[in-house]
């Protein structure tokens, strides 16, 4: 399968506490993007990172890229009530073009 | 709201009917795309556009489904005899590059 695969498939945190969710992936990949959703707002891109690249910040969002292990890990630091969504990883790569291949998710419940 | 709209945003239909789904991009976008989301799945890639040249279909659009996009803009995507395992979220997409995509909220299709 080219689609990214979520660990784990559901988290319980409480508020301002840090959340991990981590992606594998078994082909080569051009870059590989983090989205969230949720019932209110739909589909939301958070944070692309490039096959060359090993890490990437965007506010409180922290991923890094392991290419040799084609894992990806997506933290969010201080954790509030409104980042309780899906988060899903999707791969892009050279053999399905321009097709985002997701994977399954991973269900954030932040708790005040 | 200048970001990317789908009509109807819920379709309930009878098995055998067919439907119509429509998709505006974000109006400088020349790249879009459709994807199927059942529950408890991440999306999967049906097909993409870029302008009005359907350049890549999934395996999953089979020949019940159809998509255009004949002046570039909008885009429909027809399900001919509806089948009840066609019941899904209907996600469209678009993008200026081949980085992030902006995601529609989606047409919920239930076929009874």
């Not at chain 1, 894992?71 to 990883?89: E, G, P």
Request: proline share 3%.
């Amino acid at each position: 399968s080219q689609q990214g695969e979520e660990d784990p498939q559901a988290l319980s945190i409480q508020e301002g506490e840090n959340a991990t969710m981590n992606c594998s992936y078994k082909t080569s990949i051009n870059n590989l993007q983090w989205y969230r959703q949720n019932s209110g707002r739909g589909l939301v891109h958070l944070i692309l990172i490039r096959s060359n690249e090993r890490e990437k910040h965007s506010g409180r969002l922290r991923v890094t890229l392991d290419t040799s292990k084609k894992s990806s890990s997506l933290l969010i630091t201080a954790s509030r009530a409104a980042d309780t969504a899906s988060y899903f990883c999707a791969i892009m790569n050279s053999n399905s073009g321009y097709a985002l291949n997701f994977g399954k998710g991973t269900s954030l419940l932040v708790t005040p | 709201d200048t970001g990317v709209s789908q009509d109807p945003r819920h379709k309930i239909t009878k098995r055998g009917q067919n439907v119509t789904f429509r998709c505006d991009p974000i109006s400088e976008h020349n790249r879009l795309y459709w994807y199927r989301q059942t529950l408890g799945q991440g999306p999967e890639f049906l097909t993409y556009f870029q302008n009005e040249a359907q350049l890549e279909k999934s395996r999953l659009l089979s020949d019940r489904f159809s998509a255009e996009r004949p002046k570039g803009s909008f885009s429909t995507l027809e399900i001919q005899r509806t089948e009840q395992g066609d019941s899904a979220m209907y996600l469209c997409a678009s993008s200026l590059t081949s980085d992030e995509q902006f995601f529609g909220p989606g047409t919920r299709l239930t076929v009874l």
